[in-house]
């Protein structure tokens, strides 16, 4: 079923994939390297959209994925901003105009992050310093 220019079946497929990956990364710290395959799974079916619906339709569906991947990510960042001001944490850009291919990994990192800073997950991931089982 088509609204305005997406559609709701392909919506909630996107959502899942995007649920999918979000969980992974934050319930199983053993898993999160699955984010990659999530993030390649909402790449295929972008495509797979591609193909079935109408060029405009299927467009319009990503761009609402988009749009979320990039206010989760904004929002983010913003509040990493406020929180880390004065420290030597550099800040990352807070408008991504790639944004609109890379929500699917957008979404599970700044959900991530806020996990990580607000110390319900290690900061163990890649690229952290810090030992396994320990909290800053």
Same mark, same amino acid.
Not at 14 to 29: D, Q, W, Y
Not at 65 to 71: E, H, M, Y
Not at 96 to 102: H, T
């Given at each position: 079923m088509t609204i305005w220019f997406f559609d709701v079946m392909? &919506?909630?497929?996107?959502?899942?994939?995007?649920?999918? &990956?979000?969980?992974? !990364?934050?319930?199983?710290?053993?898993? @999160?390297?699955? @984010? &990659? $395959?999530?993030?390649? %799974?909402?790449?295929?079916?972008?495509?797979? $959209?591609?193909? !079935?619906? #109408? #060029?405009?339709?299927?467009?319009?569906t990503w761009c609402v994925?988009?749009?979320?991947?990039?206010?989760i990510a904004f929002a983010y960042e913003l509040w990493a901003r406020h929180r880390y001001a004065g420290t030597t944490r550099a800040p @990352? #850009?807070?408008?991504? !105009? @790639?944004?609109?291919?890379?929500?699917?990994?957008m979404i599970p990192d700044a959900l991530e992050g806020v996990l990580v800073d607000a110390g319900i997950l290690d900061p163990s991931g890649p690229g952290s310093d810090?030992?396994?089982? %320990? &909290?800053?």
């Open positions: 392909w &919506t909630l497929m996107l959502f899942g994939v995007a649920l999918f &990956t979000s969980c992974c !990364v934050v319930f199983n710290p053993a898993i @999160r390297g699955i @984010r &990659t $395959m999530g993030i390649v %799974t909402a790449y295929a079916v972008g495509a797979w $959209m591609l193909y !079935v619906l #109408p #060029p405009g339709v299927a467009i319009g994925f988009a749009s979320a991947g990039g206010v @990352r #850009p807070l408008v991504l !105009v @790639r944004g609109f291919l890379l929500w699917p990994g810090a030992p396994a089982g %320990t &909290t800053t």
